[in-house]
């Protein structure tokens, strides 16, 4: 079964940069990036489907940017302007619809990585 490890979590100062990556070990049809704060629901930030569509959520559109590298496996996730509310712990996620924000239609996660954002 396809695993999934993120990297490249870190804590920065409001308006600083981060980029998320994640491995895949195997095939995997379509992926995203989910976040979930303390205290609240995860939450869908970024898809990208298998023809290369992306999605974005509404208050992180001009501001990150998801990509995949298919000869490495990899999704990224580019943070800019990262603002306190986008404090969170970000995970990876391999998934069987296409550009979904729920999270009943991902079937493998990998293990998280913290962002923290101070102001």
């Known amino acids: 079964q396809v695993q999934l490890v993120e990297s490249g979590g870190g804590s920065v100062q409001a308006g600083g940069s981060l980029r998320l990556s994640c491995v895949a070990s195997?095939?995997?049809?379509?992926m995203a990036w989910f976040r979930q704060a303390p205290g609240k629901e995860r939450e869908g930030v970024a898809a990208?489907?298998?023809?290369?569509?992306?999605r974005y959520r509404e208050s992180v559109k001009g501001r990150f940017t998801i990509s995949q590298d298919n000869a490495k496996n990899t999704l990224y996730l580019q943070m800019n302007s990262l603002q306190p509310e986008d404090t969170a712990m970000y995970y990876c996620?391999?998934?069987?619809?296409?550009?979904?924000?729920?999270?009943?239609?991902?079937?493998?996660w990998g293990q998280g990585t913290q962002v923290t954002v101070s102001s």
């Open positions: 996620a391999a998934g069987t619809v296409s550009l979904s924000f729920w999270v009943g239609h991902y079937n493998r």
């Open positions: 195997g095939y995997t049809y379509t």
């Open positions: 990208i489907g298998y023809d290369g569509d992306t």
